[in-house]
T-cell receptor
Framework: GQQVMQIPQYQHVQEGEDFTTYCNSSTTLSNIQWYKQRPGGHPVFLIQLVKSGEVKKQKRLTFQFGEAKKNSSLHITATQTTDVGTYFCAGPMDSNYQLIWGAGTKLIIKP | DAGITQSPRYKITETGRQVTLMCHQT?????MFWYRQDLGHGLRLIYYSAAADITDKGEVPDGYVVSRSKTENFPLTLESATRSQTSVYFC????????????FGPGTRLTVL
């Protein structure tokens, strides 16, 4: 069936280092959404990408949608403690427009 | 602006008992969703609703029942709770379907003993 794979599962970084999470779909997506979930919290929408090759920036966060619309990435420059949490990608299913979620990448700042 | 609320926030129950989790949104969003979140599985869709009186199964519907008599409410019932249903449950709403962001409630942490 249709799947959205997200890697890595965890990433440990020193504060100030960069962080990247990758999302790969088994099928072409009409759009992809990114969410952030802080520890103990609920997912919060960050952004939606729709166009092939689209790049969007939110301060230190850069989101990309692949040319084939099957993959996406989120890059955080110079991580801060406020970036801690789990980042999820989600894309709509072909058959009924439900969102399929990646398993998430947990960003951990090393003490 | 209350947004989307869930109750209870925490619940402990026993195997075999019926449990209802409540979800209420104040935005008049058409679409509502129930997810469960377990370690290593991300978010899995249980049921969703496109409007009042319209519901459909998601990825993991077995053992759950939903109803939506009013646009703003979308309760989730576990008819006979099992230990495998121990999880964090999130309700979400959206103005549209796949092109609209989903707004999540704070979640209900359910433990089935």
């Amino acid at each position: 069936g249709q799947q959205v794979m997200q890697i890595p599962q965890y990433q440990h970084v020193q504060e100030g280092e960069d962080f990247t999470t990758y999302c790969n779909s088994s099928t072409t997506l009409s759009n992809i959404q990114w969410y952030k979930q802080r520890p103990g919290g609920h997912p919060v929408f960050l952004i939606q990408l729709v166009k092939s090759g689209e790049v969007k920036k939110q301060k230190r966060l850069t989101f990309q949608f692949g040319e084939a619309k099957k993959n996406s990435s989120l890059h955080i420059t110079a991580t801060q403690t406020t970036d801690v949490g789990t980042y999820f990608c989600a894309g709509p299913m072909d058959s009924n427009y439900q969102l399929i979620w990646g398993a998430g990448t947990k960003l951990i700042i090393k003490p | 602006d209350a947004g989307i609320t869930q109750s209870p926030r925490y619940k402990i129950t026993e195997t075999g008992r019926q449990v209802t989790l409540m979800c209420h949104q104040t935005w008049s969003h058409s679409y509502m969703f129930w997810y469960r979140q377990d370690l290593g599985h991300g978010l899995r869709l249980i049921y969703y609703s496109a409007a009042a009186d319209i519901t459909d199964k998601g990825e993991v519907p077995d053992g759950y029942v939903v109803s939506r008599s009013k646009t703003e409410n979308f309760p989730l019932t576990l008819e006979s709770a099992t230990r495998s249903q121990t999880s964090v449950y999130f309700c979400a709403s959206s103005a549209g379907f796949s092109y609209n962001e989903q707004f999540f409630g704070p979640g209900t942490r359910l433990t089935v003993l």
